[in-house]
């Protein structure tokens, strides 16, 4: 069962996902090849989505030789607001779940070994 659809509804499935891994870890500096490597996409997925996200104040962006880093900016007004809409988001997943990737259709990995009470 998909259960971020709501959160799907408001932004794109890159968007999504790389909201989610860097609101819910809002001190993690995310190396691109890192977060693409979490998201299992292509770095060259996420460029676009890091420069609006950037651009717009949501993301930071740290230069360090040749190796850029983002994370969330914890000073942006619209934090609170997206970090609490992906935790609520987050906290309708089934029992048993502890946490899903957020992820386009059909890749929607549990964390949990064990399956949900629903499909045992």
């Known amino acids: 069962m998909r259960t971020n659809g709501m959160i799907d ?3 794109p499935a890159v ?3 790389v909201l989610s891994a860097t609101m819910l870890q809002p001190e993690h500096w995310w190396f691109m090849a890192e977060l693409a490597r979490h998201l299992e996409i292509t770095p060259s997925s996420l460029q676009r989505e890091l420069e609006s996200l950037v651009s717009s104040e949501i ?3 740290r ?3 040749r190796r850029t880093y983002f994370k969330a900016n ?3 007004p619209l934090f609170p607001e997206l970090k609490g809409m992906i935790e609520r988001t987050a906290r309708i997943m089934p029992p048993g779940v502890s946490r899903m ?3 386009r259709p059909g890749r929607i990995h549990p ?3 064990s399956p949900p009470p629903c499909c045992r």
């Open 9 to 11: 509804t408001l932004f």
């Open 15 to 17: 968007r999504t996902e």
């Open 59 to 61: 993301l930071l962006r």
């Open 63 to 65: 230069q360090d030789e």
């Open 74 to 76: 914890t000073d942006s």
């Open 101 to 103: 990737k957020f992820a």
């Open 111 to 113: 964390v949990s070994s």
